[in-house]
């Protein structure tokens, strides 16, 4: 499956027109989560555009085989840490994707959860402090918990329960937020901080409890598609390939530029939307079943984007269809090779 010319024209335009680093000295840039699936695309987009990377990732949730096709690179590098632990290398910028996000793996370890997201945080802040870098934030939409305001502004406050299930992550992003701003208040730190709305594609894991995912890998086996709640809840899905383009974008806009800024596709579906196109898209025989509504589960979600739009000259070019194309291809690849080797 192929992806249209559309595509490919906006994937080039968000991607890959960046200034290049050749004629000096490559910047080194850290990427925390870089084995996870926004973190490997991200590394894999630094490396093409001519940057040093160290990956780190304590393989909790990110894969090895994320990012086995870089290993061999000279300009890329891999630890394997923990961020709630102190870490100090040279570098010039950081990323910090440092934490499960999908709610089956962070309601796994709500505590650690939370403490990745704090300490986490702390500890790579610091580490930018020391270096004089430039830090970029990988929050989320999840800061607007179950938004009364449709679509969301990022001086939207949110509607978020602090107790509840989903509250490790998105308190401890909130609390993020919180401390990347104190620091740049306090020390003058060169932060930027991008919330990401639902982000699709290669390299989500089968079990990743997420809707895309589970919606294609039901109906790629004919499984039933398990919808919870009405259905009638919406979504905002971005390809990896624009929000990924997005962070690139971010990270060399001057350093006023501090956010937050949204960062997803204004595009809103509902499940039942989302379910009848991927049904449609793999040529499934699966039904479509309802099941009592996750708890806390925001009812809309959908990001504006006009200060990406004005500050950073961004906006999502990959067509849903197109985009589910391909992750839909990537999990049927997956599948067919795990079946093959049981």
């Not at 086995?68 to 040279?90: E, G, Y």
């Not at 650690?112 to 870098?133: K, M, P, Q, S």
């Not at 997803?264 to 699966?286: H, Q, V, Y």
């Not at 479509?288 to 070019?317: E, T």
Request: hydrophobic share 40%; with cysteine; glycine share 6%.
């Amino acid at each position: 499956m192929t992806r249209t010319n559309k595509s490919k024209k906006g994937i080039t335009e968000n991607i890959l027109q960046f200034p290049s680093n050749r004629s000096k000295k490559l910047k080194k840039v850290l990427v925390a989560g870089g084995a996870g699936f926004l973190g490997s695309h991200l590394c894999e987009l630094l490396l093409a555009t001519d940057h040093d990377v160290i990956c780190v990732d304590d393989l909790s949730t990110g894969r090895v085989e994320n990012i086995n096709h870089l290993f061999d690179l000279p300009n890329f590098a891999f630890r394997r840490h923990d961020v709630r632990s102190t870490l100090n290398v040279k570098v010039d910028a950081i990323f910090n994707f440092a934490s499960p996000a999908s709610p089956p793996a962070y309601q796994a370890d709500p505590i650690g959860t939370l403490f990745t997201n704090i300490i986490g945080a702390r500890n790579l802040l610091e580490l930018a402090r020391r270096r004089d870098a430039t830090i970029v934030q990988a929050s989320t939409s999840e800061v607007y918990g179950d938004p009364l305001v449709s679509p969301q502004r990022e001086d939207y406050h949110g509607n978020v329960s602090p107790i509840g299930p989903r509250a490790c992550y998105d308190e401890g992003k909130r609390c993020a937020e919180t401390q990347f701003f104190d620091f740049h208040r306090l020390f003058g730190l060169k932060i930027k901080v991008a919330r990401i709305f639902n982000t699709y594609g290669p390299r989500m894991r089968p079990d990743d409890g997420r809707v895309v995912s589970n919606f294609i890998v039901q109906a790629l086996r004919n499984e039933p598609i398990t919808i919870y709640g009405s259905g009638l809840q919406t979504r905002s899905f971005c390809y990896v390939d624009d929000l990924i383009g997005g962070f690139l974008k971010f990270l060399n806009t001057s350093p006023d530029v501090t956010g937050p800024i949204n960062l997803g596709n204004p595009t809103e579906l509902t499940m039942i939307d989302l379910a009848e196109r991927i049904i449609r898209l793999t040529n499934s025989k699966s039904p479509i079943v309802h099941q009592l509504a996750a708890v806390d589960d925001p009812q809309r979600r959908r990001p504006d984007i006009s200060l990406a739009a004005a500050q950073l000259g961004w906006r999502p070019y990959v067509d849903i269809e197109d985009g589910l194309l391909s992750t839909i291809a990537y999990f049927d690849r997956i599948l067919r090779h795990a079946a093959a080797n049981n």
